[in-house]
């Protein structure tokens, strides 16, 4: 089992930056992946920026440019850097991790909004 919990959001004006973590517990060896997700109001819940364990990274094209994702694995948590943030952003973000198993673990979610 695999145990996530996101922290870092918020509110935050047009243009600024955020940062997300996630923290890992559990049987962190058999994680493959982690994932970004996030999911707005009457939305489907995509893809946002995802981390593999041999440390290649992709991005919705959404954010390509303006969020970058990193790992810290003393600290066993991910991050998403986020930046120029726009209204769009707004939603929640879920972090999703995928062991090697394939079985997904997902965490609570934490509230982003970009609203002047």
């Known amino acids: 089992q695999v145990q996530l919990v996101e922290s870092g959001g918020g509110l935050v004006q047009p243009g600024g930056s955020l940062r997300l973590s996630c923290a890992a517990s559990?049987?962190?060896?058999?994680?493959?992946?982690i994932n970004w997700h996030r999911q707005a109001p009457g939305k489907q819940r995509e893809l946002v920026a995802n981390?593999?364990?041999?440390?290649?990274?992709n991005y919705a094209d959404s954010v390509k440019g303006r969020f970058t994702i990193s790992r810290d694995n003393a600290k066993n948590t991910v991050y998403l850097q986020m930046n120029s943030l726009k209204p769009e952003d707004t939603a929640v973000y879920y972090c999703?991790?995928?062991?090697?198993?394939?079985?997904?673990?997902w965490g609570p979610g934490t509230q982003v909004t970009v609203s002047s």
């Open positions: 559990g049987s962190i060896s058999s994680i493959f992946a």
């Open positions: 999703n991790a995928v062991s090697l198993y394939a079985k997904h673990y």
């Open positions: 981390i593999t364990t041999g440390g290649s990274t």
